[in-house]
């Protein structure tokens, strides 16, 4: 019934922007924390960023000063801004929600690809 979906991915070149887009439905409550994982192929999946309801965000060290992660908490919707897009950007982005209402919730998208390429 939750579900977790994932928009704006696509081909960009070198130095190119893109902005992606998800929005957590099925949920009537605020969401704890939403990020940004990535996976590019024959490597893990990485946390990319994530920013909680009070608006405190974690970057990795390899995306700090070019991604920025908004988010509206009304709607449980959380964007990723990218930068200065290089090839090693190239992967698979998954947004995820997760948190404590009762129970523990962690719910993950479809992925959405991202490549980074002249």
């Known amino acids: 019934q939750v579900q977790v979906v994932e928009s704006g991915g696509g081909l960009v070149q070198p130095g190119g922007s893109l902005k992606l887009s998800c929005a957590a439905s099925?949920?009537?409550?605020?969401?704890?924390?939403m990020g940004w994982y990535r996976q590019a192929p024959g490597k893990q999946r990485e946390l990319v960023a994530h920013?909680?309801?009070?608006?405190?965000?974690t970057y990795a060290d390899s995306v700090k000063g070019r991604f920025t992660i908004p988010r509206d908490n009304a709607k449980n919707t959380v964007y990723l801004q990218m930068n200065s897009l290089k090839p090693e950007d190239t992967a698979v982005y998954y947004c995820?929600?997760?948190?404590?209402?009762?129970?523990?919730?962690?719910?993950w998208g479809q992925g959405t690809q991202v490549t980074v390429s002249s």
């Open positions: 995820n929600a997760n948190g404590r209402m009762f129970l523990p919730y962690d719910y």
């Open positions: 099925g949920i009537s409550f605020s969401v704890d924390v």
């Open positions: 920013i909680t309801r009070g608006g405190s965000t």
